[in-house]
């Protein structure tokens, strides 16, 4: 059974950086693609970044591209997602996500398994 825990979210103002992490416990880490997407209200949940099982391919939406940086620590089981230049539109609950026959990285559907999600809130 995979369990995934988010942790790092928290209230910053614009322009700040915040770095949440994805706690993997389960086995096979190393054989999931990871994923980050949020959920802002009235909103639907889309697609940040994603990760492949080795960490040598990424991808990101467009509105995050050289702001936010997905990485992962197979020793660790975690995957990270770095925050830079934080704007009041990136407010929204993220969540971690694992797959393992991801096709469309960006598809929700595509990951088996969630976390509980993790609030990040920017302020203008």
């Known amino acids: 059974q995979v369990q995934l825990v988010e942790s790092g979210g928290g209230l910053v103002q614009g322009g700040d950086s915040l770095r949440l992490t994805c706690a993997f416990s389960g086995r096979a880490f190393d054989t999931y693609r990871m994923g980050w997407f949020r959920q802002a209200p009235g909103k639907e949940r889309e697609f940040v970044a994603a990760i492949l099982w080795s960490g040598t391919r990424t991808d990101y939406a467009d509105s995050v591209k050289g702001r936010f940086t997905i990485s992962r620590d197979n020793a660790k089981n975690a995957v990270y997602l770095e925050m830079n230049n934080l704007k009041p539109e990136d407010t929204a609950v993220y969540y971690c996500?694992?797959?393992?026959?991801?096709?469309?990285?960006?598809?929700?559907?595509?990951?088996?398994?969630w976390g509980q999600g993790t609030q990040v809130t920017v302020s203008s």
């Open positions: 996500s694992a797959g393992q026959t991801t096709v469309v990285v960006t598809r929700a559907a595509e990951y088996r398994y």
